[in-house]
């Protein structure tokens, strides 16, 4: 596609299921980004891929949160025991990795009831 | 660490006046900084970024933004408002250019009075 593709674009759970949001990024780029941004908030960093591996999930909150991307396009965000404190918009970008430039998704937004 | 503090979470302009969203950044390494803007229903898109070239940089829809080490502010503005830029505004910063580990403000929400 054009852009960067997340799906589903709104997703509310019940605490304590397990969510997956997914991000189809744009094709050719290698470098793909999650970001988490809550009310009022701006985007907060959870993981960055370098073509299949995780470069750096430094920004995962805790182990309920996992993200793969097994061959280096799509990438699924997973979050397991959802906490109300998860309610957020889920935010994937991807780039080039030489610009600078990350383009982004429209999120996925995620309510915990 | 790095971080950004945007002063105003919301700023109202009149159309055709001056606009001026206010950042500044704290760094202890040479900053890469950026401005995204997100229009409603849309993702964020770059609307400029610094990244040691030139102190002034320009961007698109006529927008630009002056980094200035003494005062760690990058402020963006744009000379004449239009109805067309009310949206919300993020600063963000980088220390590894190519990484694109952005810190990002908590954003300005521009409003264009007609």
């Known amino acids: 596609g054009a852009g960067v593709s997340q799906t589903p674009s709104n997703k509310v759970t019940e605490k304590g299921k397990y969510v997956e949001l997914r991000c189809d990024p744009i094709?050719?780029?290698?470098?793909l980004y999650w970001y988490r941004q809550s009310l009022g908030q701006g985007p907060e960093f959870l993981i960055y891929?370098?073509?299949?591996?995780?470069?750096?999930d430094s920004g995962l909150p805790n182990d309920r949160f996992f993200a793969v991307r097994p061959e280096g396009s799509v990438s699924t965000l997973k979050i397991q025991r959802t906490e109300r404190g998860d309610s957020a918009v889920y935010l994937c970008?991807?780039?080039?990795?030489?610009?600078?430039?990350?383009?982004f998704g429209e999120g996925s937004r995620l309510t915990v009831l | 660490a790095q971080s950004v503090t945007q002063l105003g979470s919301h700023v109202s302009v009149s159309e055709g006046a001056l606009v001026l969203l206010r950042c500044n950044y704290s760094s202890s390494v040479p900053p890469y900084l950026f401005w995204y803007v997100q229009y409603p229903n849309q993702g964020l898109q770059l609307l400029l970024k610094y990244t040691s070239a030139a102190t002034l940089v320009k961007g698109i829809n006529g927008f630009e933004a002056e980094f200035k080490k003494s005062e760690t502010s990058f402020h963006l503005t744009k000379p004449s408002a239009h109805m067309s830029d009310a949206a919300e505004y993020f600063c963000?910063?980088?220390?590894?250019?190519?990484?694109?580990?952005?810190?990002f403000g908590t954003g300005t929400r521009l409003t264009i009075i007609p």
């Open positions: 094709s050719g780029h290698t470098a």
């Open positions: 970008a991807s780039s080039l990795g030489v610009t600078g430039e990350l383009f």
């Open positions: 963000a910063v980088s220390v590894n250019f190519g990484n694109e580990k952005l810190t």
């Open positions: 891929f370098q073509g299949t591996g995780a470069a750096d």
